[in-house]
């Protein structure tokens, strides 16, 4: 979720809040970071990466899913067919623009097969349903037309708030996401991962700072009865903004011992991510022999590049939160800048989309319904457009 989205929801909480009392939730000891490759959740292999830490486990991904993609190409008598990648960004409600991006796309009819699907945060929950194609549009687009505030958060009294672990109860969200996160799409997933394809989740480990990729495909196929689970954990916690929503504990053993990693919205490091510029795409294509026509990558900014101005008042409070605004925007804008040189180093195409200076309805609050269709119907238009996209960062010059 964006800072500015944040904030009116922040605000919104606030002014629900009643006082009663609540105890502090208590929690198994984290993961020491001496022990995090060790740590596999439901000793799943490669169920997760860690950006700076799993570049030669990156890497073996990347072969093992070539390697699938060309047996299930050849088994299915199709040539060798162009690499498509997409990323989209976290951005709460926001995300609309993304989904009506998406369907409009598959109205204009040229809308790829994408190779790889990363999500963050709101990003996290358009991702599946990118991933398996335009016949999921219109679960995408319910989504974002007929969610309200009451579907995903409660507000919690003042107390409570104080001595909890956050503002809100994400119940209502956890329960819309195990709805369509149900056994057919995981088998979906898991299909596709058998083909080559790869859906990626990041989120943030907040016992340790750093970014956990979250390799669902290998989940959803890995068969285990808690897998499914482990996927609505991930995607909850992709989009849990750390102090609004609460952060999701998972489990963790080591050895005989049992910890509990603390997971929070992948946003609180990378707003967007395709893959780590540790991880170099362009050798590789070399190291595989692929001399196939040039990658392509798509990614979608559910934001703006531009925090809206405001006459801030001179209080702490308002002070702070358009601060945080500031920043979290221009390093929105840094996430595109490092995916351009990453692709650039690599020879992979970029297109970038984000809510342009047309869009002009006014922002009312958190998950406001007409705010949101509409922010869908222009995400729409410029999807069926098709000529929206760019292919460099704002400003950007040779």
Same mark, same amino acid.
């Given at each position: 979720m964006s800072a500015s989205r944040a904030a009116a &929801?922040?605000?919104?909480l606030a002014g629900m809040l009643m006082l009663s009392g609540c105890a502090t939730p208590e929690r198994l000891p984290a993961v020491p970071l001496s022990l995090a490759s060790e740590a596999v959740p439901l000793d799943i292999p490669d169920a997760r990466f860690y950006a700076d830490a799993d570049v030669d486990r990156i890497s073996m991904l990347a072969t093992q899913a070539y390697h699938r993609t060309k047996a299930a190409e050849q088994s299915a008598g199709i040539k060798h067919q162009q690499r498509y990648f997409l990323a989209i960004s976290g951005g709460g409600d926001d995300g609309a623009y993304g989904a009506g991006l998406l369907a409009g796309w598959s109205a204009r009819g040229d809308r790829p097969q994408f190779a790889v699907v990363t999500g963050v945060s709101t990003g996290a929950l358009s991702a599946p349903f990118a991933?398996? #194609?335009p016949e999921y549009d219109e679960q995408l687009k319910s989504i974002y037309t007929e969610t309200g505030p009451d579907d995903v958060f409660q507000p919690r009294s003042l107390m409570a708030a104080v001595a909890n =672990?956050?503002? $809100? =109860? $994400?119940?209502?969200?956890r329960n819309k996401i195990a709805g369509f996160v149900d056994a057919d799409m995981v088998q979906r997933i898991a299909e596709e991962y058998g083909k080559g394809r790869i859906l990626l989740i990041l989120t943030t480990n907040l016992d340790q700072g750093r970014s956990v990729i979250w390799n669902i495909g290998a989940i959803a196929a890995s068969g285990h009865p808690r897998a499914r689970e482990l996927i609505v954990d991930v995607l909850? $916690? /992709?989009a849990a903004l750390p102090g609004i929503f609460p952060p999701v504990m998972i489990g963790i053993t080591v050895n005989g011992k049992h910890y509990q990693e603390m997971h929070v919205d992948g946003g609180a490091v990378s707003q967007v991510f395709l893959y780590p510029p540790t991880f170099n795409l362009k050798k590789k294509m070399k190291e595989l022999h692929v001399k196939d026509a040039k990658p392509v990558a798509y990614i979608i900014r559910n934001g703006r &590049?531009?925090?809206?101005?405001e006459d801030v008042e001179r209080k702490t409070l308002k002070i702070a939160q358009q601060a945080i605004s500031t920043m979290t925007t /221009?390093? #929105?804008?840094n996430d595109l800048y490092r995916m351009y040189l990453t692709t650039q180093r690599d020879g992979v195409a970029f297109n970038? $989309?984000?809510i342009d200076e047309g869009f002009h309805v006014p922002y009312k609050g958190p998950f406001d319904k007409a705010y949101m269709n509409a922010l869908y119907q222009h995400g729409y238009r410029m999807g069926i457009a098709?000529?929206?996209?760019?292919?460099?960062p704002p400003g950007y010059q040779e």
């Open positions: &929801l922040v605000c919104l991933f398996l #194609g =672990d956050a503002m $809100a =109860d $994400a119940t209502p969200l909850l $916690a /992709s &590049l531009r925090r809206p101005e /221009s390093n #929105g804008v970038m $989309a984000y098709g000529n929206e996209w760019h292919n460099a």
